[in-house]
C-alpha cells in the first residue's frame, strides 16, 4: 500500500483544472501546428499544380500549331498535285485524240487504198 498524504479536495480540483488547461492549450498548440503543415503542404501542391497546367497548355498550344501547319502544308501539297494531275489529264486527253485522228486517218486511207486496188 501506498502511504496516503493527506491534501484537501480543493488542491486536488486546483491540481486537475491547471493539468486540463495545460493540456487543453498543449492540444490547441498541436492541433494549430498541424493544420498550418497541412496548409502549407496544400499551398505547395496547388502551386504546382498551377506550374503543370501552365506547361501543359503551353505542351497542348504548340502541338495544336504544329498541327495547324501541317495541315496547311499538307493542303498546299494537295493543290500542287492535283494541279499536276490535272495537267497530265489534260496531256492524256489531247494525246488519245490526236492518236485517235491519227487511227481514223490509217484507216480511212486503207480503206480508199483497198477500194482503188
Do not use: C
Not at 92 to 105: G, I, N, P, S, V
Amino acid at each position: 500500500m501506498l502511504p496516503a498524504i493527506p491534501t484537501p479536495v480543493w488542491e486536488q480540483i486546483a491540481v486537475v483544472i491547471v493539468f486540463a488547461l495545460l493540456l487543453s492549450g498543449m492540444g490547441w498548440i498541436i492541433v494549430r501546428i498541424f493544420t498550418q503543415a497541412i496548409a502549407d503542404v496544400n499551398r505547395h501542391y496547388a502551386a504546382l499544380l498551377v506550374e503543370t497546367n501552365k506547361q501543359w497548355q503551353a505542351y497542348f498550344d504548340a502541338r495544336s500549331e504544329s498541327s495547324n501547319l501541317l495541315a496547311e502544308q499538307l493542303t498546299q501539297r494537295m493543290d500542287q498535285i492535283a494541279k499536276i494531275l490535272s495537267g497530265l489529264v489534260s496531256d492524256f486527253k489531247t494525246h488519245d485524240l490526236l492518236e485517235r485522228q491519227a487511227l481514223d486517218e490509217l484507216n480511212t486511207r486503207r480503206g480508199r487504198g483497198k477500194g482503188t486496188g
